[in-house]
């Protein structure tokens, strides 16, 4: 018997785990891709993340999310990412977060690193992957983005890196001065068009593929005749659209028991309606070939975030960091070892 070791406890801060990410968005996608089809075979546990919220400040949470992925390179961890969107007031990020890896042969932590980067690169990882599942390749005449934050940023960045055509970008954002400097940066980036518009539904009404990525909390765009072109919509904000044009539409999740829950609008939709049928299926049946997408309905991709895809992506962070010498050791870190 080979005797277990105590492993070492490297801390990971952003900059090392951003260098890593820069450049390797294609390959990003298919770590994502690999994560969501353990999980559809049940190579994975994955309890509901837990939300952690304080009286009277509605918009201030902090989550949970425990994970394992069993997906031939097994991984354990937990992801605790806080959303305080008063913060950009202050001239400070909205979402910060840590992410802890566990060594699998002694449970011991092995890593901590900084996280907001791990989870918006795995939400816009899992857009691309829905967008191209759902569009069927990767071009789209006009694409729109409601809400131009650091989540939009990094789809933009996916989109870019994964060479996708478009003629041009529709924006909107409850700040426009956020809405013309990403326009300026997609610009920048060589799409060819980039026009800010003062309306969401106007975006959604006129994208092709929307990319919704916002910090609502409750439903604002509630007008049915917004998807009678019927786009592809990546809900990543989960909580935008109102029961009515989710009614309308063909619903992909990643895990539907994790995405109708904690008021999101699937969640307002099964309140209302007393059942879940209008969720259609999950990616993975989309990449598997279950289920396809309907073209005579609009298409709603709304994933919740699985933990999993952090393990994933933080899992392929920790090893190249390491791997080229970097992170931080921190020696007796652990009290009592034996």
């Known amino acids: 018997m080979t005797p277990l070791r105590q492993p070492p406890f490297t801390v990971l801060s952003g900059p090392e785990v951003a ?4 450049g390797s968005r294609p390959e990003l996608v298919t770590v994502v891709r690999r994560a969501y089809l353990a999980h559809a075979a049940e190579r994975s546990s994955l309890p509901h993340s837990s939300f952690l919220r304080f009286a009277g400040r509605e ?5 949970a999310l425990p994970g394992f992925l069993d997906d031939d390179d097994p991984v354990a961890g937990i992801k605790w990412i806080s959303s305080f969107p008063g ?80 003629d041009g970008y ?18 920048a980036d060589g799409v060819p068009a980039a026009t800010v518009l003062d309306d969401g539904d106007a975006v959604l009404s006129a994208a092709d593929l ?23 919509v990546l809900h990543l904000s989960l909580r935008d659209l109102a029961p009515d044009l989710v009614l309308r539409s063909q619903n992909i999740t990643d895990d539907t028991d994790h995405a109708v829950r904690e008021r999101t609008s699937l969640h307002l939709t099964e309140q209302q309606v007393g059942h879940r049928r209008f969720v259609d299926g999950t990616l993975a049946d989309v990449i598997e070939g279950r289920l396809v997408r309907d073209p005579d309905r609009p298409v709603l991709f709304s ?26 050791t921190v020696p007796d870190f652990f009290a009592q070892t034996s």
């Open 19 to 22: 260098e890593q990410i820069e």
């Open 303 to 328: 994933p919740f975030g699985l933990g999993v895809l952090d393990l994933a992506v933080g899992r392929w962070v920790h090893r190249r960091v390491v791997a080229d010498g970097g992170g931080h």
């Open 210 to 232: 929307v990319v919704l990525a916002t910090v609502a909390s409750t439903p604002h765009l509630t007008r049915p005749e917004s998807l009678e072109h019927r786009p592809v």
């Open 87 to 166: 913060n950009r007031e202050h001239g400070l990020a909205r979402a910060s977060a840590v992410l802890l890896l566990n060594d699998m042969a002694t449970g011991y932590p092995q890593a901590c690193m900084e996280a907001s980067i791990v989870s918006a690169t795995r939400t816009a990882a899992s857009a691309v992957l829905g967008a191209e599942a759902l569009v069927g390749d990767r071009r789209a005449a006009r694409i729109g983005f409601i809400g131009t934050g650091l989540i939009a940023g990094h789809v933009h960045r996916f989109l870019r890196d994964l060479g996708w055509r478009t």
């Open 170 to 187: 529709l924006l909107h954002d409850v700040d426009p001065r956020a809405a013309h400097r990403f326009a300026e940066r997609a610009l």
């Open 59 to 63: 918009r201030d949470r902090i989550i």
